[in-house]
């Protein structure tokens, strides 16, 4: 007798979990920037690209999840 | 456009890969053909792109009239707040028409993802951002190579370090630069599109799915067609974001080529 059960792929929960690095990663990035801008505001201009390059650098690592998420679909035990 | 009429009510729940994949538009018709809604797409975002540019500088004036304005100040915000920025006067001016349709054609290209009819955008098939992240690879190091000559290996490849780090650092240096870069600037482009239309995808069916279960989860579809909405603004901040990212990393890649020895 199934008291309860669950369905489906296992890679929502992996994903989930590969989320969390680049979702503190991302939080920290913004943080310094804020923080740097309320201490600089005349910085501000200069130091917003590279805010956006460590954002990307760091957000590829959650796309990744989803691209690799699909790239093993075939190979993965569901 | 027979054939791209798709009922959302009689679409299965959980959306899956094959979303993504519209049929063929007649008259070239039947499934496996190649003329789809994302080539359709793609050319109409070229013809908008060219159209607009050509007919807005048709008749420049001292004065410019609205259209003008907003062409001159879309290169104007590439050229001064990327180019010119991260490339110093000189090369940003160079390099800022290229930056400029590179801005312009992904962000009209993501657009298509959140345009009522359209709603789906061609960069979501990992084609597209695999072709301009080429260009990107394929310049950076041309640059390179044509203002260092060989020597841009050397500069990009041994960092000022001790010695004996380098046999650590010389292959994590050409596996960031010549592996990673190429592969991460396609892979984010093509993620955050396909995520953002999975997204719309999820609420919408999710709200049928709902409704056609149970009566009394009705009240909750009209909240998950609700959160459609909400992340249709979302998705609107991601594309914009990704446009501006993928130009300011192209324009840092640059930077490195073009950059003095250490």
């Known amino acids: 007798m199934n008291v309860a059960e669950v369905v489906g792929s296992t890679a929502a929960i992996g994903y989930g979990l590969a989320a969390i690095g680049p979702g503190i990663g991302v939080g920290l990035i913004f943080a310094a920037y804020i923080q740097s801008t309320a201490r600089q505001p005349e910085s501000a201009r200069i130091t917003q690209p590279f805010m956006w390059i460590g954002f990307a650098v760091v957000e590829v690592l959650a796309l990744l999840g989803i691209a690799f998420g699909i790239v093993w679909q075939a190979t993965a035990p569901s | ?262």
């Open chain 2, 1 to 262: 456009m027979t054939g791209q009429t798709i009922v959302l009510a009689d679409t299965p729940f959980p959306p899956t890969v094959d979303d993504f994949f519209p049929p063929s538009i007649l008259p070239w018709g039947g499934d496996g053909q190649w003329f789809t809604k994302i080539t359709l797409l793609l050319w109409l975002s070229v013809a908008i792109l060219i159209l607009y540019f050509l007919l807005s500088y048709r008749k420049p004036q001292l004065v410019p009239t609205k259209k003008q304005w907003l062409a001159e100040s879309i290169y104007g915000f590439v050229r001064n707040n990327i180019a010119v920025d991260m490339l110093g006067t000189k090369n940003g001016v160079r390099f800022a028409p290229y930056l400029t349709s590179l801005f312009c054609f992904i962000f009209l290209m993501n657009l298509w993802g959140i345009i009522p009819y359209f709603q789906i955008s061609p960069n979501s098939h990992i084609a597209f951002p695999i072709v301009l992240a080429v260009i990107t690879y394929v310049m950076f190091i041309y640059v390179g190579l044509k203002r260092h000559g060989l020597g841009y290996f050397k500069q990009a490849l041994i960092l000022p370090a001790p010695w004996f780090i380098q046999p650590i650092l010389i292959p994590i240096e050409f596996f960031s630069t010549f592996i990673v870069r190429p592969f991460s600037l396609a892979v984010r482009l093509f993620a955050n599109m396909f995520a953002g239309h999975m997204l719309l995808l999820v609420f919408t069916l999710g709200g049928f799915a709902m409704i056609d279960a149970n009566a009394l989860l009705a009240p909750v579809s009209l909240i998950s067609w609700a959160m459609t909405v909400a992340l249709t603004f979302l998705d609107f901040a991601v594309i914009a974001l990704q446009a501006y990212v993928f130009t300011v990393l192209t324009a840092s890649y640059l930077q490195g080529s073009l950059a003095e020895g250490h």
